[in-house]
């Protein structure tokens, strides 16, 4: 398959959703979202993490590996595709965090890596990986401003776990080509500067332009 694959990764309340929303809607790039909405622990997760770590993830890990299949199977159009989140995050992410932090144990842990490991091998990696870095303090206002009720209750330390984590993982990231976005200095969608710097590093890794020949989006 020749069509190019963009991956969005961060925090929560980086701005994932909204880069997608985005792209898909300038630029013709065919999105998949993350499927935060349809996920029936989320809400137990955020009140009893103990209780419902595992099962959240795992919905996640299946629902992620859906996505990724879906992706690989999307009929050629000559239009880049671009994911909200990724199976790499939820496994190297988050279900790394619960363990360390006891709300998943050993033995689900185990079971957990040996799913994603083999899910992980049938993957294709993207054209591109992009991140979005978010300090904390930006997170914790974006959050509070869209209202999500399940996100009310996220403990700070939480958030904080995370951050360092994806630090971490993006550090040691080597499946494709990365791009960084300092999301709380970086503002593509009022600034036309900030813009084409965006959709220009994008445009070095899918290979076709995405703006016009008078360099606009």
């Known amino acids: 398959m020749n069509t190019k ?3 969005v990764a961060g925090n929560i309340g980086a701005g994932k959703s909204s880069l997608v929303d985005w792209l898909s809607k300038q630029f013709k790039m065919v999105p998949f979202f993350e499927p935060h ?3 029936p622990y989320l809400s137990d ?3 009893d993490m103990f209780r419902w770590a595992f099962s959240s993830q795992l919905f996640f890990l299946i629902k992620r590996f859906q996505i ?3 992706i690989a199977q999307f009929p050629g159009t000559g239009r880049p595709l671009v994911q909200d989140r990724t ?3 939820d496994a190297e992410i988050f279900a790394k965090h619960l363990h360390r932090a ?3 144990d050993d033995r689900d842990y185990g079971t957990y890596q040996d799913l994603y490991l083999t899910l992980r091998n049938e993957l294709r990696p993207p054209d591109l990986m992009i991140y979005l870095r978010c300090p904390l303090r930006t997170l914790t206002k974006r959050i509070t401003r869209r209202g999500r009720d399940f996100e009310k209750a996220i403990p700070r330390a939480y958030l904080k776990s995370l951050e360092v984590l994806y ?3 993006f550090e040691n990231y080597k499946l494709s080509p990365t791009l960084v976005i300092e999301t709380d200095r970086v503002d593509y969608i009022e ?3 900030d813009r084409l710097h965006v959709v220009r590093a994008i445009e070095e890794h899918v290979g076709r332009k995405i703006t016009s020949d008078r360099g606009e989006p």
Do not use: R, S
Request: no cysteine; proline share 0%; charged share 25%.
């Open 167 to 169: 630090e971490e993982w």
């Open 37 to 39: 909405d349809e996920n």
């Open 87 to 89: 199976l790499y995050e």
């Open 68 to 70: 990724h299949q879906k």
């Open 5 to 7: 694959i963009i991956a």
């Open 45 to 47: 997760f955020y009140g």
């Open 191 to 193: 600034h036309l500067f």
């Open 102 to 104: 006891g709300y998943i």
